[in-house]
């Protein structure tokens, strides 16, 4: 699976961006797909997952609420619209698939076989 992931930009604090995520290859739909985030000087942190197809979405308490996950296995796409966006925000956002990833590790970024390139999202207060 090779991921490309675009829609990153330069907003306001308030605003909104939907990020979205191109996949190639088959079986996509049975992969878990996430989005994680590293701002600089950080570690790479969890934002959100979709399980699989038609499966249950996870996200991390900071952005619960705000982002919302969501994937198109026709067009082999995962979207991340994320409302509200705060400073703190600011980040290089990738997204990532895997398969066979149990629950207790969906959140980990080295349970993840594929990344994409990372699109940058820069949010001034």
């Known amino acids: 699976v090779q991921l490309q992931a675009f829609g990153g930009g330069w907003v306001q604090a308030g605003d909104s961006l939907r990020l979205s995520c191109a996949a190639s290859g088959r079986a996509f739909s049975t992969y878990a797909v996430a989005w994680f985030r590293q701002a600089p000087g950080k570690e790479r942190e969890f934002v959100a997952v979709?399980?699989?197809?038609?499966?249950?979405?996870s996200y991390a308490d900071s952005v619960k609420g705000r982002f919302t996950i969501s994937r198109d296995n026709a067009k082999n796409g995962v979207y991340l619209q994320m409302n509200s966006l705060k400073p703190e925000d600011t980040a290089v956002y990738y997204c990532?698939?895997?398969?066979?990833?149990?629950?207790?590790?969906?959140?980990?970024?080295?349970?993840?076989?594929?990344w994409g390139q990372g699109t940058l999202v820069t949010v001034s207060s």
């Open positions: 990532a698939a895997g398969g066979g990833i149990i629950l207790s590790s969906i959140r980990t970024p080295s349970s993840y076989a594929h």
């Open positions: 979709s399980r699989w197809s038609g499966g249950s979405t």
